[in-house]
């Protein structure tokens, strides 16, 4: 029979209706000819990665930018020049930059198979009767799948028997607490997380035993969805490589109208169509910027070493600059901005409300009332709260690899941490207070009841523990604070309950009754009524100490930190008031959940994605329109997880950064960063860095263009009056390439400025130069030229200089602008004495070998001859140095006199 593959609408179905669209008898299951027939029509139960781009184009793509073109094209002049070297050098640096484009486009593809794996499993079947044990490639549509706690789900199933099913489904939906299952269909519009009667793949099993039937498989599973958007989203360039193509798009272009107007020029004045070409190649030369790739890759890598050093790890270069320049983080909140693990607050018992603090599952902390460590023996009613909630339990806790880890639930476990800091022991309680029977809990009646010993002979004690409304119901006193039973006052302990669950706690009611030693056994009937209210216990996933302190960095920083969760929107507002979250606008914190998202149309999602800080039940295409929704704001977005769902949104991101310890194969492959504390904090001292350089590559750029426009304009100079050229080819090559190494990189070691988190962030449509630092380019480049051109005529027309001295007097005036220049851009907008003379031994270590390389090109006669230079004057070195103070105090005048008007 072959079935079809309706909308996913499983949910909103009786069992008795998806077992007849499956065919398949539930007590004895498929047959073998049934299943041989479904393999053929569904084939296996695995994700299949689309077929990518061919390994050989995804190389040669690496070289389809124009920076590339311009240093091919520089390439092959200094190769045709006979400059063997230089041309090798440009090759290596146009290979490294395509090797490692290259490499990092397979991110994609890395995160498919991350998915394939998570899904590979085994299975426990109902075969042809009999129960059996398979991979679970093998399941087909159809199958019947046993669960029990510790499983791992191998496909999406719908359920159909139930005993207490609990599914971790935190990595799917980003619910924080296990999901209790059950078989009754549910609303045909039920979000993801609400469809209670269906366990998807790759999930895992916590609690309980169910059966389900196999509805989906491989790609068709939700995580197979997941597996899709993640193949439909786009890789975004980062916002330095948008600017560097924009750039080298104005350059090239530039360059070869220079060029060719310098060729036409030389050919009206009459000379030599051979001569003018080589002065032509020449211009080029000058205006290409050789140094600009390597200096962005050094800049960058430098980078990745200090964020490593912060535990971050960058998996994709240019993801350090797109932090620094990020204008909003959109952080899944379990297990990012929160500890991700259940943590009891806040205690009601006796009438009195105690404080607990500490946060997870370590011990550190206490019980306070009024601000004071408790004393157990004066708080009668909170110690048997306690007490109770610690033997009413089944969960363990230990240490592993220096982590608290929870084997069991994590609400119960929170309970065990909270009696732990009252001082509290499980194994002396248990020892004195033996358990006799249980009733383990169960979805449709909402507790978990325990019979235990009791200290005074022939007494037992039960421990009952629930819903707030089921205990109340049941009870017809309450404890005391002095210990005494005393009448039930059900109003006080709504309010209470009401009171904590607005602040986005889970709240547990605690009760207990006496009987006599006639009880081995426990059945419901004996906590059905006549049970003693203890109190109330309230947790929540609280928030990590250091993400509280690094969001209000990033706030001031103005950057804007947005909560994407699959949670309760009333948890996550309450996580998100003790976070500090804010509106942009400063006003009263907006909350939207998914049912608002899937009313908003695409037209009117980019403002509301705007306005909003908390989103809430959130399905994981959500999470990417989100993402995109800001995106059309012109934000450059950061979008942190560590789940399933999270991947599709952190490949969208213009950066994504996955928990490194926490966080699935699958958010990791996804990932531009991942963070090995798995601590939002790091996202704060990555933005910092980032931030730290795009300031350093920007100094470089606007250190290094003066130097390739005033070659270009000395000889476009030369040519128009007619002179010999100030600089051959083979000059300009040895300035380019050695100042570049020697002087502008010694600008990426530049410590970060100390306001650098106090300014808001750079406007993604900023050019890459902004007006003030294009004038300050066009001032030194005026310095450049009339300096370096004007000692050239000095030298050929007053002096009577060789043409070799001229050009060699020519070179290391330029360099000394270079260098003079290099001590302005430490600082944009300042001086250097004001970020600290020597905060950067690199630029005096630099300068020290570029002088001692102009001295041996310029006095060395083996380098004379490969370099056409001659030795100087004493005299022509004052002239050189004036030069480059000149250009030195030209541009602090230039800065002091912005920074006097910006006051």
């Known amino acids: 029979m072959k079935i079809k593959h309706p909308e996913p609408v499983w949910h909103a179905l009786a069992d008795t209706e998806v077992v007849r669209l499956l065919d398949v008898d539930l007590r004895h299951g498929l047959s073998d000819a049934e299943i041989r027939s479904r393999q053929k029509q569904f084939g296996p139960n695995r994700l299949t990665a689309r077929r990518g781009t061919p390994e050989w184009k995804r190389f040669v793509q690496q070289f389809n930018q124009p920076l590339v073109y311009i240093l091919l094209v520089a390439a092959g002049v200094t190769l045709a020049l006979h400059e063997y070297i230089d041309s090798t050098v440009i090759f290596l640096v146009v290979m490294i930059n395509a090797l490692v484009g290259y490499l990092q486009e397979s991110k994609a593809e890395k995160a498919i198979e991350a998915l394939a794996r998570m899904v590979t499993t085994e299975a426990t079947v109902r075969r042809n009767g009999h129960k059996d044990r398979i991979p679970a490639e093998e399941l087909v549509p159809g199958d019947i799948v046993l669960l029990q706690s510790g499983d791992k789900v191998p496909a999406d199933l719908r359920l159909f028997h139930n005993k207490s099913l609990q599914v971790d489904e935190s990595a799917l939906t980003g619910e924080s607490l296990p999901v209790q299952k059950n078989t009754d269909p549910v609303a045909l519009d039920s979000l993801l997380a609400e469809r209670s009667n269906l366990a998807y793949a790759g999930t895992l099993v916590t609690y309980g035993q169910a059966e389900g039937v196999v509805w989906a498989i491989g790609n068709q599973t939700e995580t197979g969805r997941i597996a899709r958007l993640i193949g439909g989203a786009i890789s975004l360039a980062t916002p330095l490589t948008r600017k560097i193509h924009q750039f080298s798009n104005v350059l090239l272009w530039a360059i070869l109208a220079l060029a060719t107007m310098a060729f036409v020029i030389g050919l009206a004045r009459g000379e030599k169509a051979v001569d003018i070409f080589m002065a032509a190649v020449a211009l080029a030369v000058g205006a290409i910027p050789e140094g600009l790739p390597a200096a962005v890759t050094i800049t960058l890598a430098i980078g990745v070493n200090r964020m490593a050093q912060r535990r971050a790890i960058i998996r994709k270069l240019p993801a350090v600059e797109t932090l620094g320049s990020t204008t909003v983080i959109c952080s899944d909140k379990t297990g990012t ?251 009263e914190l907006i909350s939207v959940t998914g049912r608002d998202l899937e009313k908003t149309s695409d037209e009117d999602l980019p403002a509301l994605a705007e306005r909003a800080s908390v989103f809430a039940r959130v399905a994981p295409e959500q999470k990417l329109k989100l993402v995109r929704a800001l995106q059309q704001r012109g934000h450059v977005v950061a979008m942190t997880g560590d789940g399933v769902n999270d991947a599709p949104a952190l490949k969208q991101a213009d950066i994504g950064v996955a928990m490194g310890i926490s966080g699935t194969e699958v958010a990791k492959g996804a990932a531009d960063m991942l963070l090995t504390d798995d601590n939002f904090s790091s996202i704060e001292a990555a933005v910092e860095e980032g931030r730290g350089v795009f300031d350093n590559l920007t100094k470089f750029i606007v250190w290094t263009l003066p130097t390739n426009a005033g070659e270009g304009l000395i000889i476009l100079a030369a040519i128009f009056l007619g002179t010999a050229l100030p600089v051959m080819p083979v000059h300009i090559l040895w300035i380019n390439m050695a100042t570049a190494i020697l002087l502008g990189l010694m600008l990426v070691f530049e410590p970060k400025e100390t306001n650098l988190m106090l300014r808001r962030p750079r406007n993604p449509a900023e050019p890459l130069l902004t007006p003030t630092l294009l004038q300050r380019i066009v001032l030194v480049t005026l310095f450049m030229v009339s300096g370096a051109f004007g000692l050239f005529l000095l030298e050929r027309r007053v002096l009577g200089a060789e043409l070799a001295q001229a050009q060699t007097v020519v070179v290391n005036a330029i360099v000394m602008v270079e260098a003079a220049y290099l001590l302005n851009c430490r600082s944009l907008t300042h001086s250097m004495f004001h970020i600290g003379f020597f905060t950067n031994r690199w630029i005096f270590i630099g300068i020290g070998g570029m002088a001692m390389a102009q001295l041996l090109i310029t006095y060395a006669p083996p380098l004379n001859r490969l370099f056409h230079t001659a030795p100087i004057g004493l005299t022509d070195w004052g002239h050189i140095l004036l030069v480059g103070v000149l250009t030195h105090l030209a541009v602090e005048a230039e800065k002091w006199f912005r920074r006097r008007n910006s006051h």
């Open 337 to 587: 901005l929160t500890e991700n693990q259940m943590t009891v607050q806040e205690i009601h018992a006796g009438g009195r409300v105690f404080r607990v603090t500490g946060t997870g599952y370590g011990p550190e902390g206490a019980v306070l009332e009024d601000g004071k460590p408790v004393n157990l023996g004066e708080r009668a009613a909170l110690r048997e709260c306690l007490v109770a909630g610690l033997l009413c339990n089944d969960t363990q806790i230990v240490s592993a690899d220096g982590r608290w880890q929870v084997q069991g639930d994590p609400t119960e476990a929170a309970l065990s941490v909270a009696a732990g800091k009252a001082g509290l022991s499980g194994d002396e309680l248990n020892s004195r207070h033996g358990r006799i029977d249980s009733i383990p809990f169960e979805s449709e009646h909402q507790f978990m009841a325990t019979l235990h010993g009791h200290h005074e002979p022939g007494r037992r004690v039960i421990f009952k523990k629930g819903s707030v409304e089921k205990l109340l119901e049941r009870s017809h006193d309450m404890l005391l604070a002095d210990g005494n039973t005393g009448p039930l006052d059900a109003d006080a302990i709504r309010a209470a309950a009401d009171g904590m669950a607005s602040r986005g706690m889970r709240v547990l009611a605690i009760a207990r009754r006496h009987t006599d030693t006639t009880h081995e056994k426990l059945e419901h009937h004996h906590v059905a009524g006549e049970l003693t209210f203890v109190g109330l216990q309230g947790m929540i996933d609280p928030p990590r100490r250091e993400a509280v302190e690094s969001v209000a960095k990033c706030q001031a920083a103005g950057v804007q930190v947005k909560m994407i969760t699959g949670d309760h929107v009333v948890t996550a507002t309450a996580v998100a008031a003790q976070l500090g979250l804010t509106s942009p606008d400063g006003s």
